[in-house]
């Protein structure tokens, strides 16, 4: 099975990541929604506690250094033929050592597994849901410069917002609870985590976030405005309803790379 056959209009869930000297992880909630060029991808342990704060500011230390055990990305997918690599516009971490890049097969008509290129590891995919109708964008908040990235397969989106900041990469050993720990006041280590990703569903022409790393957003509506600017429904970090404004970009813009669509 190759790329182009596997991948484009695809929902994803995750059903095994096994890695030498760990556990298998059965558990995680892994969803991972692929459109033609771009993607998005959310991960949160079955056992995420519930924080009941109704926006960012409202978040403590605590509740922070829980959301952060979540993790999340989205941006391009470069089809590299013996593999692929997932380009991450928005992160919820900073990036890693190596670039995520993994070699897909089939293991029956109904699961894919990937193998690390990089990193030693496996994945097993189940295919969720299909889907021709596709809308995917790439995104740059007109306000503040903010990365972002739309997909539509069908009756399911994703959504990714990303910083106004880059995270910390350099040095390597400073992972996002390292840096919401160290952070010089409250206000700004909710600042680190003034970004999102997330799922949904699209029911009667409603955008309905059912996932979200920002758990106050689960049951908003984003609810699109699609023109020469793309509006999208949000919260400011004090959770007061506000209109995003974007201009789209060309999908291979701030990649870095040549994009090779699937397709």
Request: negative net charge.
């Amino acid at each position: 099975m190759t790329v182009a056959t596997s991948l484009s209009g695809t929902r994803f869930e995750r059903t095994l990541l096994s890695r030498p000297e760990h556990p298998d992880d059965t558990t995680t909630r892994v969803t991972w929604l692929q459109g033609r060029a771009l993607y998005c991808d959310l991960r949160q342990p079955a056992a995420l506690p519930k924080i009941e704060a109704p926006a960012l500011r409202a978040l403590g230390i605590g509740d922070l250094l829980v959301l952060a055990d979540q993790d999340g990305f989205a941006g391009p997918l470069f089809d590299n033929s013996d593999h692929v690599e997932w380009g991450r516009t928005v992160a919820l971490h900073p990036a890693g050592p190596t670039p995520d890049a993994g070699a897909l097969n089939a293991l029956d008509h109904g699961t894919l597994v990937e193998q690390g290129i990089f990193e030693d590891y496996i994945e097993h995919w189940r295919i969720a849901a299909t889907s021709p109708d596709i809308d995917e964008y790439l995104l740059e908040d007109l306000d503040t410069g903010a990365p972002g990235v739309v997909v539509r397969v069908g009756g399911d989106f994703a959504f990714a917002r990303g910083r106004t900041h880059v995270l910390d990469s350099p040095p390597l050993d400073s992972p996002l609870h390292e840096q919401i720990r160290g952070a010089a006041s409250l206000r700004a280590a909710q600042e680190l985590f003034d970004c999102e990703i997330a799922l949904g569903v699209v029911r009667d022409e409603q955008w309905i976030i059912t996932a979200s790393s920002l758990p106050y957003r689960v049951g908003a509506h984003l609810n699109p405005v699609f023109g020469d600017r793309i509006g999208t429904r949000d919260h400011d970090l004090d959770g007061n309803p506000v209109v995003r404004n974007w201009q789209r970009l060309d999908l291979d813009a701030g990649s870095g790379a040549d994009l090779r669509r699937i397709p």
